[in-house]
């Protein structure tokens, strides 16, 4: 029996995850590591595992994420947002669920650049009066 395999890629600011998504017992590694390992934070886990939850697929597929670029906060929405992405390519009937939810909409914020003559993006120089 050949295994469907369904592709997501999901995206947050500097961040990027490629999912693979096929039916199974609920396996699910990031960058060839167990998610405890790789997302030690609880709310990196529980932010990037929620489409498996709300789409009631947990347990029922094996995910594999391949994440790269900016930090862990970045990554967990962006695999989050694979995941929703793959999951709706493995069952399309997911998808109200998860625009409710809005786990197929990009977060567009961005990091502001810093602008010459200044700290940093908004930081300016002490003003001084007298």
Known sequence: MDVANYWGTG????????VLL?????????NDREVDDYLPRFIWKSQAMEP?????????????????????????????????RAIVKFNP?????LKKAGMLRRDSRMV???KFGQKGARGKRQFSKR
């Open 22 to 30: 096929r039916s199974g017992k609920g396996k699910i590694t990031i």
């Open 11 to 18: 995206r947050r600011k500097n961040a990027v995850a490629r």
């Open 112 to 114: 502001e650049r810093k």
């Open 93 to 97: 009937d997911t998808r109200p669920i």
């Open 52 to 84: 498996l939850s709300v789409a009631g697929v947990e347990g029922r597929v094996d995910v594999m994420i391949n994440a790269h670029g900016g930090g862990l906060t970045g990554q967990s929405g962006a695999i989050r947002m694979g995941i929703a």
